[in-house]
């Protein structure tokens, strides 16, 4: 029986899928069922006209995947490796609506219920968990990035006392996904002074309408990749946000890296779904396309090339399967999750590579899927976290010798 007539195996080669109960299965099962009728025949025309499809949003709300259970009562508890391998199947998809999801349920939704007052729970987070609201996360500036930590710039200066205090914001932000529609923005902010009470340099984070006065949202534009991402910048113009939407449960920049961990393990987690979703094209290609009167896939350089995509995939996937299980019992700490951010978007890097090699000439058009594979790739190979800072985190507490200052 030939590759052509015989059922191929699955991309997932030591399913880990397995490792799943049953229900978590057919939850799976039915978010694949859903992208393939939603996503997967639109995501490339999305891409090509730098579009974001907002239709999708109540349909991707009602499978109820974008708030655990400890949020809202009612609904099923699911484990990390369940969450990871939903961000590698909609990045398996489209790479662009995970990262929606991604921004819009690990850190705004996140946030507001691990750092938010019950009032604020209730106010925000079922709206934001069926997605009948949309939110985004406001930490990167224009001129920081990598240092944000020590260099946040954007200020917050206090009017008032206690509840009925007033913050006036001012500053910019940059590369905020979700930025330009966004119904709440988790804002970062650096206190500053005057103002009554004042602490100068304390880190706050604030909850801000995206309609909010002084507040202008302006699209990046010309990216090469996560087109369909609506990336902003945020000018600040004297912002007043009130008491009230302000997260009380943060102070200093330690929260951020607390929600920082988790959303750079599920970027990891697009990572496998990058190498995924690679081999299943470069496959389906070489099994189908001929040359010299056979299909390329009987060509031993070829097949190395399948087995080394293959190879890699397994490799992220294992290795962050097990990252699920630290995850669980609280042993998912930052150079943890830093190595496996670096190691498997740099596989990914490698990966798409050589599926784009595949295909030739027809991998650098989008009309066969590599390119925008290929390309998505770059975006998530440097965001939360380049490369380089993921493993110099990881390599300090490898050497237990810091060479970052």
Request: hydrophobic share 45%; net charge negative.
């Amino acid at each position: 029986m030939t590759g052509a007539d015989a059922e191929l195996p699955s991309a997932d080669y030591y399913d880990v899928e397995a490792l799943l109960d049953a229900r978590e299965r057919a939850k799976l099962a039915e978010l694949r069922e859903f992208l393939a009728a939603e996503v997967a025949p639109n995501a490339q025309g999305w891409w090509d006209r730098e579009e974001f499809p907002f239709g999708l949003l109540p349909k991707l709300g009602a499978l109820q995947l974008s708030a655990p259970h400890r949020m809202l009562p009612g609904r099923p508890a699911y484990s990390r490796l369940f969450h990871g391998l939903v961000i590698a199947e909609l990045t398996r998809a489209d790479t662009s609506i995970a990262t929606f999801f991604m921004v819009h349920h690990g850190l705004f939704v996140e946030g507001v219920h691990e750092f938010g007052t019950p009032q604020q729970r209730e106010r925000y987070l079922a709206d934001a968990a069926a997605l009948r609201t949309t939110g985004a996360f406001a930490l990167t500036e224009p001129e920081h990035g990598s240092d944000v930590a020590g260099g946040l710039a954007l200020t917050a200066r206090r009017e008032g006392h206690g509840a009925d205090a007033v913050w006036v914001l001012d500053g910019a932000k940059r590369w905020i996904g979700n930025g330009t529609f966004a119904d709440h923005i988790l804002v970062w902010a650096r206190e500053a002074a005057p103002g009554d009470g004042a602490t100068p340099g304390a880190v706050r984070c604030f909850i801000v309408a995206g309609d909010s006065p002084g507040l202008t949202r302006t699209r990046i534009e010309h990216k090469i990749a996560l087109r369909t991402v609506q990336n902003a910048v945020l000018a600040f113009d004297g912002v007043r946000v009130a008491e009230a939407d302000r997260l009380p449960g943060i102070s200093s920049f330690d929260e951020a890296r607390t929600m920082l961990l988790s959303s750079r393990l599920l970027v990891a987690w697009q990572a496998v779904g990058l190498q995924l979703a690679a081999f299943d094209v470069a496959r389906k290609y070489a099994v189908e396309r001929e040359q010299f009167g056979r299909p390329i896939a009987s060509f031993q350089l070829v097949q190395g090339q399948l087995t080394h995509m293959l190879g890699n995939a397994t490799a992220s996937m294992a290795m962050l399967a097990q990252l699920a299980r630290l995850q669980e019992s609280g042993e998912a700490t930052m150079p943890r999750v830093a190595l496996a951010k670096a190691w498997a978007t740099a596989r990914a890097r490698e990966t798409v590579s050589l599926g784009r090699g595949i295909l030739g000439g027809n991998g650098i058009v989008t009309d066969y899927r590599m390119a925008k594979i290929f390309a998505d790739a770059e975006a998530v190979y440097t965001y939360e976290g380049t490369f380089e800072m993921n493993s110099l985190i990881a390599g300090r507490d490898a050497t237990r010798i810091s060479a970052i200052r």
